[in-house]
């Protein structure tokens, strides 16, 4: 893949996804997965198709946008929207799953494509009532560049992701 063009940022799309989408949605969240810190834990292609199944079926409270290049799926996200789990006025948006191809992180289209994924979201939150978005940042891949990224966008930490093998 060759991504480092203004003509190739033009060539960019950013949809819900489709049905037609899964197969390189499973993909994608097995590499995001493979990289990540708890890749020791089998990965479970069923699972990533149950989360489409939710994204693309009737319940609204379920989302999965991707990012596309020439066709080819280069990012995508997973989120779901609900309450706050001790409030019954507040509506949030979790973020469960955030990833940019790692081919195109190695371009100058990773940021368009990262930031594409968080403009999805933020839009759908929005149209959906939701009060808050909440990454929750736990692949343990670019932390520091995460950070650095959602901060620009205007986040602020709440905390932090730690983990212990049980």
Known sequence: MVHNSSD????????????KDVPMLI??????????ALSEIPFSPSKVQAMAD????P???????????????VGGLYAVIGDYY???????TT???FFVHPSVRKSVLSGKVALRLFKAAKQWSEHMGSSYLLFHVTSGVKPAETDRFLRKLGCRPLGGNYAIKA
């Not at 319940?59 to 799926?73: D, T």
């Not at 001790?86 to 949030?92: F, R």
């Open 8 to 19: 190739a940022e033009q060539r960019l799309k950013t949809r819900r996804a489709e049905e």
């Open 27 to 36: 993909e994608l969240f097995r590499l995001w997965h493979d990289e990540s």
């Open 54 to 57: 939710k994204a693309l079926g």
């Open 59 to 73: 319940n609204p409270a379920h989302m999965c946008a991707v990012v596309e290049h020439n066709g080819e799926l």
């Open 86 to 92: 001790i409030s019954d006025e507040t509506q949030v």
């Open 95 to 97: 973020i469960h799953g």
